[in-house]
């Protein structure tokens, strides 16, 4: 199962309101990511919070962790219609004994939909 | 800017074919991913490098290989294509292997017939 998961599966919005989601996680992470997809396109990185920071805001992204309750929040303040895509967090495992490897791995994704 | 390229967008192959799918970066990293994405799955990772000529399976591998003889190029081989690996394509680098962001190509979407 994946170790990311969004809420809500969709969301739809005015132009100019904020949006909101959330990611819920299992296990403990080094990292946990935001990325963007636009439909039919690659995924594109937003923005990346360590597990020793609890807030982070990039332009009109905000980011929040609590890994307390093992869970994540992106809000887009001001949305717009160019907003209109899908968003998955995707979180970073510490590293199993013997390997370098960080393994990545994504969530279903929150599909946003931003009316004009 | 950071630049990952993919050699199709869209490619259309029959059952039992081999199927290259190259990828390009122009960004000097060392770590290079394949994953597919579909409906309900999610992204999956396939298989990764982290330098010239290594690999390492990733979650999925069966039924795919790969290739990578330079740093800035990466290709996905499915040795015989299958009706179950019409999917979405996404190649990535990063520079750090362990947990940095990734940098993904615009993706090729496969059907196999």
């Known amino acids: 199962s994946q170790q990311g998961e969004e809420d809500p599966q969709a969301l739809s919005i005015q132009e100019g309101e904020n949006a909101t989601m959330n990611c819920s996680y299992k296990t403990s992470i080094n990292n946990l990511q935001w990325y963007r997809q636009n439909s039919g396109r690659g995924l594109v990185h937003l923005i990346l919070i360590r597990s020793n920071e609890r807030e982070k805001h990039s332009g009109r992204l905000r980011v929040t962790l609590d890994t307390s309750k093992k869970s994540s929040s992106l809000l887009i303040t001001a949305s717009r219609a160019a907003d209109t895509a899908s968003y998955f967090c995707?979180?970073?495992?510490?590293?199993?004994?013997?390997?370098?490897?960080?393994?990545?791995?994504f969530g279903q994704g929150t599909i946003l939909t931003v009316h004009p | 800017d950071v630049k990952v390229t993919q050699s199709s967008r869209y490619l259309v192959k029959r059952t039992g074919e081999k199927v290259f799918l190259e990828c390009v970066q122009d960004?000097?990293?060392?770590?290079m991913f394949w994953y597919r994405q579909d409906p309900g799955l999610g992204l999956r990772l396939i298989y990764f490098s982290y330098d010239v000529k290594m690999k390492e399976k990733g979650d999925i591998p069966e039924g795919y290989s790969v290739s990578r003889e330079k740093k800035e190029r990466f290709s996905l081989i499915l040795e015989s294509a299958s009706t179950n690996q019409t999917s979405m394509y996404l190649c990535?680098?990063?520079?750090?292997?362990?947990?940095?962001?990734?940098?993904f190509g615009p993706g090729t979407r496969l059907t196999v017939l």
């Open positions: 995707a979180t970073v495992s510490p590293l199993a004994g013997g390997t370098s490897y960080g393994k990545l791995t």
């Open positions: 960004m000097d990293h060392e770590n």
């Open positions: 990535a680098s990063s520079l750090y292997l362990a947990g940095g962001p990734r940098f």
